[in-house]
């Protein structure tokens, strides 16, 4: 039988596994439905060797569920970021790691049959030259190795920049490194940093860090360099019902990716994009894409992205509603009663998320909030928050104006007790 290994290939597996099982969580051994359940001992096991103490342990009639518990205001590193360092090398890849690497240090170019015949006749190891090559070509793509074109002929060297010098001779580059090792974006890339050079965030602790979305920055890369080339991307995705189903292959997509939207309030991430096939723009969850794979260029990108500049100034939030390219909006406009002299503070909410709309005082302790949205339903969402100081409500559609004062009466029936109890 075959024993567990520590090192992966497939990461998007992984962020599945660590998805699913630990962070949605809910889930027991029986559960899981792919494979064998070995295979979830072992990526079990796995998760349990990076996360250390922040795993959860839960029993019930249903069996032993897992979860990871962690508390980010209390932690100076975030523990998902070892999902990541797990990579998987054969032997020829560790050895060649070391060769190469030595080989190159003396800071001189060399070409690449230069270097193959110094590894036989200082090292007495052969290696093919197309071996040698891609190690070096991957190398190069890390930003480990130079390389120079001479001629027809490719020279190497060893990139010389090292992190502890740069951190030595700037000063507060450490303190800006360790901020950004616990920044939301791509915050694995300042924690690998500050590894590199022996060091650990000692400062910066983040009450509100939402590092579940760290798994998903794996994905933003292949969006970020798919905008700047203007291309389609392929997405696969799935929905959460079928999140952990075994034959769940997901729905693929062709989109044209427009920009990364993120909520201030959960940090949920989500792709904005233009669908052609159904001729409109939507919103993608990037926990719910599985893989992201560019396709060919999009001739009339600069076209989407005006209409896509026109539509999202219409956008409460992160849904277009049912519209297409274009189409009417529905106004909407919100009379909020606020005491000016106590209440200062409301009035400086409303400035600062009124996003999409436009704030103005029509008398006094008196303030209207009108936008013209695609989905009104999410600016109801957000003013349910202002419970008590609304006024008046126009506009949107009957069913959602409708279920709004709905919601009041249930939520009288539910927390206003009789007529003669005070509310607590």
Known sequence: MAGFSELIKNFGKTRDYIRDFFIYGCKVRSDFDRKSLRTYSDEK???????????????????????????????P???????FYSKSFTDNDMLLHFLLTDILSDGEYRALKDIVDELNSEYSMLFDEQTVRNKLKEYTQEGLVLCEKRGKTLYYSLCGDRADEYISRF????????????????????????????????????????????????LIPEILSAMEEKRYITLQTFSAKKRSDSDDNGREAQVVPMQILVSVQTGRQYLAAYIPAVKRFSSFRLDYIKTIKKSTVC?????LKAKYENNISHCFGVSFGTRRETGTVTPMKITFCVDEDKEPYIIERLNREKRCCTLEKIEENLYTLTADVFDPNEMMH??????????????????????????IIRMEEMYGGDSDEHIQ
Do not use: C
């Open 299 to 303: 001739e009339n990108y600069d076209e």
């Open 77 to 83: 590193e975030n523990p998902l970021y070892n999902a």
């Open 171 to 218: 000063d507060g580059l450490d303190d800006a490194l360790k901020y950004f090792s616990e920044v939301q974006h791509f915050g694995v890339i300042g924690n690998s940093i500050l590894k590199t050079a022996g060091m650990d965030n000692d400062m910066f602790f983040i009450k509100h860090n939402y590092i579940i979305h760290t798994l998903e920055d794996i």
């Open 382 to 407: 957000w003013a349910k928050t202002f419970i008590g100081r609304i006024v008046n409500i126009e506009g949107g559609t009957s069913d959602i104006i409708q279920r709004f004062y709905n919601d």
């Open 45 to 75: 096991r796995r998760v349990e060797s990076w996360m250390g103490d922040y795993m959860r342990y839960d029993d019930s009639v249903h069996g032993r569920s897992v979860s990871i518990s962690v508390d980010s205001g209390h932690i």
